[in-house]
């Protein structure tokens, strides 16, 4: 069956290091998402993709940037990582504007 | 005013009730999305619609792209619905605007 994983599920990281989180999908869906998930804000729009080497900024992007080399994967990373980056992350995939999402399992990060 | 209203914030009902939850929407959009999301849990698409009704055994989406707003419906409620559940609308390119999500508390 098609899914979306994300790893790791769970990270601890210190203030100032860089951090990568992994988003892989096999449903070879072109447009990828990365959102993150704070009580009172609700889901924000990160970074997206709409295929091979597209990225695109989202409404909370300072401070993240991804990459996309091949149609599964669409890493995030936290440049220099901040208290404030402190979130449950969540990657989707889609095939399409009307087309369902699907998302990942949702990574929790601390940044100590 | 967030582009995404949902209505309301909390529920609280007792096993076996129907339960309503609203969506209001100020954008043009191109399709409406509602999610599932179990505590500490991932996220799962239940519908999207982007005109009329839907069915998925005990739950029921609708739309009315006029008055700009959608429902949720759940029958015959479970404490197995405890969840948030989330609205969101597909606007222009492909992105989703997300609602704040309702939490649903279905008591046995």
């Known amino acids: 069956d098609a899914e979306i994983t994300q790893s790791p599920r769970h990270k601890i990281t210190e203030t100032g290091r860089q951090v990568t989180l992994a988003c892989h999908q096999t449903w070879n869906h072109n447009n990828m998402f990365w959102y993150r998930q704070d009580l009172g804000h609700g889901l924000r729009l990160i970074h997206y993709?709409?295929?091979?080497?597209?990225?695109n900024k989202g409404e909370v992007s300072d401070g993240y940037s991804v990459s996309r080399s091949n149609t599964e994967d669409l890493p995030l990373t936290l440049e220099s990582a901040a208290s404030s980056q402190t979130s449950v992350y969540f990657c989707?995939?889609?095939?399409?504007?009307?087309?369902?999402?699907?998302f990942g399992q949702g990574t929790r990060l601390t940044v100590v | 005013k967030n582009e995404v209203e949902q209505s309301p914030q909390n529920l609280t009902a007792q096993e076996g009730e129907f339960i309503t939850i609203n969506c209001s929407y100020s954008?043009?959009?191109?399709?409406l999305h509602w999610l599932q999301q179990h505590p500490g849990g991932g996220i799962v698409s239940l519908f999207m619609l982007s005109s009329g009704k839907k069915k998925h055994g005990r739950l029921i989406a609708t739309i009315n792209i006029q008055e700009k707003h959608s429902s949720l419906h759940i029958t015959a409620s479970h404490p197995r619905d405890s969840a948030v559940y989330i609205c969101a609308v597909s606007v222009g390119a492909q992105k989703l605007v997300f609602g704040q999500g309702t939490r649903l508390t279905i008591n046995p």
């Open positions: 989707a995939s889609s095939g399409g504007p009307n087309a369902e999402a699907f």
């Open positions: 954008v043009g959009i191109s399709a």
């Open positions: 993709s709409y295929g091979v080497q597209d990225t």
